[in-house]
């Protein structure tokens, strides 16, 4: 091979060498822009999906609702509300005794045994008897009571610590133990408030209760001397079943007076149709001759804080014939 026909051979390898590089180039080229243009397509076909925001849900005005369903009551001034309130913040909250019969509530065993001195004493005077008597000093200078009714998860043992606990407060206190699981309270169970009042706490009635516990509670709603008035929960979520109805019927045959508590106002989704159940149920609710409380334990975009119990406060105050002002005889410990 002579010297040109090398140089011609080898400038034509070049040039091959370099169309094949062109063509490996255009190749990778050619992928990525078809990989490309497939992921294009692909999500293209895809569906497009706008970003909803659901619209908050409206706020629930606890004060209107108030007015609204209590015609009849006078609405409490804003002073004795605050009153009441620092009475609850600083009382001494104890646990005292559970029952799990009605014999076994402390008195009730000894009311029997003094029956007739009682009834001759109360008949001879109305007031109580302070220091020593011949009658055992508990009976005759017991603490009014209010009982929590309701049905099984209507959130009693809930608002009792929500009762008990101060308002500046997110997270609630746990005076009383309260479960996710229906029908957890099995006995009545009675707190000390400042030593000036006591709450009892009652089983609910309905799903996982048993007989026994509602002849406890019947028992306890009818013959309870100390008994001042009873506050019948109901689930705003749930609305009145028909075990309610049955109770508001008991404790009116028996002349037990009693308040109505919606709880769980911060489940509620849609405070219109929450009115639009209320309006139906008005001719009911005014029958009953309640007061009708709305209260939240937990807080939410609807609730933003724990409403209803400043009132609440002050109708148990009311109803156990305290005064505004009054503070609690035990404090919390500082």
Request: glycine share 6%; net charge positive.
């Amino acid at each position: 091979m002579d010297y040109k026909l090398l140089r011609r051979h080898l400038h034509q390898s070049f040039i091959c060498r370099q169309a094949i590089s062109n063509i490996k180039n255009i190749v990778v080229a050619t992928n990525a822009a078809i990989s490309g243009l497939a992921e294009l397509r692909s999500k293209s076909s895809r569906p497009i999906r706008h970003k909803t925001q659901s619209s908050p849900n409206p706020s629930v005005n606890f004060r209107d609702l108030y007015k609204k369903y209590n015609n009849g009551f006078t609405e409490p001034a804003v002073a004795e509300l605050n009153s009441v309130n620092h009475f609850f913040n600083s009382a001494d909250v104890k646990y005292e005794w559970s029952a799990g019969r009605f014999m076994d509530v402390p008195g009730e065993s000894l009311k029997a045994k003094y029956s007739q001195q009682l009834e001759t004493r109360i008949g001879y005077s109305g007031k109580k008897f302070p220091g020593k008597t011949y009658i055992p000093f508990e009976l005759v200078n017991g603490l009014p009571e209010v009982a929590f009714l309701g049905k099984s998860n209507a959130g009693k043992s809930t608002l009792l610590n929500n009762l008990t606990t101060s308002q500046k407060r997110i997270s609630l206190e746990s005076t009383a133990r309260s479960s996710r699981w229906a029908g957890f309270t099995k006995t009545l169970n009675s707190f000390n408030v400042g030593n000036e009042l006591r709450i009892v706490d009652t089983p609910g009635y309905g799903f996982n209760s048993s007989i026994g516990q509602g002849d406890l509670t019947m028992q306890y709603l009818k013959e309870r001397k100390e008994l001042a008035r009873t506050f019948l929960l109901i689930s705003a979520e749930q609305g009145f079943g028909e075990h309610d109805l049955q109770i508001v019927d008991f404790m009116r045959d028996n002349g037990i007076p009693f308040e109505i508590v919606f709880t769980k106002m911060d489940k509620i989704r849609n405070i219109e149709k929450f009115e639009q159940s209320m309006e139906r149920d008005r001719k009911f609710l005014q029958s009953t001759m309640a007061r009708i409380l709305f209260t939240n334990s937990s807080t939410s975009k609807s609730c933003k804080k724990r409403y209803g119990i400043d009132i609440l406060r002050y109708v148990i105050f009311e109803s156990c014939g305290l005064e505004p002002g009054l503070k609690p005889s035990r404090k919390k410990p500082q």
